[in-house]
């Protein structure tokens, strides 16, 4: 997968290629969590999955529900970083675009 450019932002293939560092490093991390992570719950989202392999989305999605993370938000014309524990739904968008990035 390519980075989309809009119009008001010019990714340079350097960019591009730090991003997809990052996106592999998330994917990693939530593997890492996921196989770190042992309780029913986690026994029952494997128990979903044929063989038992949860798909690298799907653990990406998992840490970024239980984990808070830190998000940017622009405000009074300064970027800050808070810290958020994103809703599963939410959680569930961003890792497919972090494992759309890594692929």
Same mark, same amino acid.
């Given at each position: 997968?390519?980075?989309?450019?809009?119009?008001?932002? #010019?990714?340079?293939?350097?960019?591009?290629?730090? !991003?997809?560092?990052?996106? #592999?490093?998330?994917?990693t991390l939530g593997k890492a969590h996921c196989a770190a992570?042992?309780?029913?719950?986690?026994?029952?989202?494997?128990?979903? %999955?044929?063989?038992?392999?949860?798909?690298?989305?799907?653990?990406?999605?998992?840490?970024? %529900?239980?984990?808070?993370?830190?998000?940017a938000k622009v405000s009074m014309g300064k970027e800050v970083f808070f810290l958020q524990q994103a809703?599963?739904?939410?959680?569930?968008?961003?890792? !497919?675009?972090?494992? !759309?990035? !890594?692929?």
């Amino acid at each position: 997968a390519t980075i989309v450019e809009d119009s008001a932002t #010019n990714i340079t293939p350097q960019e591009e290629r730090r !991003a997809r560092l990052a996106a #592999n490093c998330c994917v990693t991390l939530g593997k890492a969590h996921c196989a770190a992570v042992h309780t029913e719950g986690d026994l029952l989202l494997m128990s979903l %999955y044929e063989r038992g392999s949860v798909p690298e989305e799907r653990q990406l999605a998992q840490m970024l %529900y239980e984990v808070p993370h830190h998000i940017a938000k622009v405000s009074m014309g300064k970027e800050v970083f808070f810290l958020q524990q994103a809703s599963m739904p939410k959680a569930e968008e961003l890792a !497919a675009s972090i494992k !759309a990035l !890594a692929d």
